[in-house]
Each structure stands twice: as C-alpha cells, then as structure tokens.
C-alpha cells in the first residue's frame, strides 16, 4: 500500500475522530466480549482489524455502527449515524435473494425514496456511477444469487457507497473469496480511501492480508484488543 504523505498524516492527527471508542466494554447481558477498547477513526484512515473468528471483531462493529450499547466506556461519533456505510459479509444474506444487481444496490437509497415510492432519477444515475466504481457495470441487470462471492463483495460495497458515506465498516469483506478477489476487493478499498479520503475499517481473520492492505492495525484476540503499527504493539 502506498504510505500516506506526512502532510496526510498531520491532517488525519488534527481532525477530530468520525468515531471514537474510550475505554469501551461491550457484550451481551452484562457480560463482556472484549474490554478495554480504544479507538478512533479519522476522515483518510485505513484501518484493518485483525483476530480469530469468534474473537469479537463482529460484536465490536455492532458497537461501532450503534446497534450495541457499551457496558463501560463512551462511544462518540462526530457525523450521524447515516454517514456511515457498511458492508457484511455476503454470506450473511439469503443466497436466493430474489433480487438483481441493481436492485440490491438501490437498496442503500432507501431514505431517499419518495413518498410514492419512487427512486428519483439523480438516484438511478448513483446506481450506474457506483457499479462503475466497484468496476461491475455490466452486471446491472444479474440475479445476485448467481454472482461469485468475490463480485457479490464488492455489490455491497457499491450498496455502502449510496448513502454517500463519511466512513464505510466492513465486516470480513475477504471471507469465502478466492485470492484473486480477495486482492480486487483490497485495490479497491484502498482506491477509494486514496481518492475518496474515505475512512474505512474492516474485519478480517486474515492476518497477513491485513498487513498488506494498510500500516494501522487492530488486533484482536480472547477478549484483548491492542495496537500494531509497522511490527511493533502499541498498546
């Protein structure tokens, strides 16, 4: 990945976090899955966040996107809810989701569907710009259910990218991929994190791929969560 310039990084340090996580504990029923969780994503950062499956790093994103209330701790966040973006892992969706392509993108406007229920044209050009983004405009019109796991990622990014997002989450984006589309997927993140600016953070248990993708990494691992920059624990 292509370092950011210093003057990037000066900009990224003095801006205040889009969120920011204090000493957070979260969990269900009282009981916490991880503790101890600081955090805060600025407007340019690339942020991979590396452990296990099952070690929390979904239960962290909840938290992250408000779905999950921390038990200890704030979470503070300087844009609204809806200025976030995020993307599951596709294979949290029914594989025979009876839409098309262009249909489950439209799906990331649905806060700006008329009262008649009309997708306003400003809206349908969106679609057709951001599976140009992702590079899938050719499959517009396709059954999702048909897509590789590969394309079906980076349709959800597509979806994420409609709401016109200050900061885009994803969870385990290179799950059930192959290599190839996993590295499709990791050029295209970090081209719209260098174009775009757009902060983003995203899961994986890949470790080595997530060192690959940007310098900032959040390990995660039997409830512990710590810092690692260029090799080194931070925290």
């Not at 809206?123 to 983004?133: D, M, N, T, W």
């Not at 499959?139 to 796991?149: D, H, I, M, Q, V």
């Not at 394309?151 to 016109?164: D, E, P, Y």
């Not at 757009?198 to 994986?204: D, G, P, R």
Request: aromatic share 6%.
């Amino acid at each position: 990945m292509k370092s950011a310039t210093a003057e990037d990084e000066k900009l990224s340090t003095r801006a205040a976090p889009l969120v920011a996580l204090d000493g957070v504990a979260i969990g269900y029923s009282s009981a916490p899955v991880v503790e101890g969780v600081d955090l805060a994503i600025r407007t340019g950062d690339l942020i991979g966040f590396a452990g296990p499956n099952g070690s929390g790093k979904t239960t962290i994103l909840r938290a992250i996107l408000g779905l999950l209330p921390p038990l200890r701790g704030s979470i503070t966040r300087s844009c609204a809810l809806s200025a976030f973006g995020y993307v599951p892992q596709s294979a949290a969706l029914d594989p025979q989701f009876p839409l098309n392509v262009s249909e489950i993108v439209e799906m990331g406007a649905y806060g700006r569907v008329t009262r008649f229920g009309i997708l306003p044209h400003s809206e349908r050009r969106r679609i057709a710009e951001v599976l140009e983004q992702v590079g899938l405009p050719h499959l517009a019109g396709k059954p999702f259910f048909s897509l590789s796991g590969g394309q079906k990622q980076r349709i959800l990014i597509a979806r994420a990218l409609m709401v016109n997002p200050k900061i885009m989450i994803l969870d385990e984006p290179l799950s059930g991929v192959d290599r190839a589309s996993q590295r499709a997927i990791t050029e295209l993140l970090i081209k719209l994190n260098h174009e775009r600016r757009l902060a983003i953070f995203f899961s994986s248990h890949d470790l080595e791929m997530v060192r690959e993708v940007s310098e900032k990494i959040l390990r995660i691992d039997k409830g512990k969560v710590w810092w690692e920059e260029k090799g080194a624990v931070l925290a």
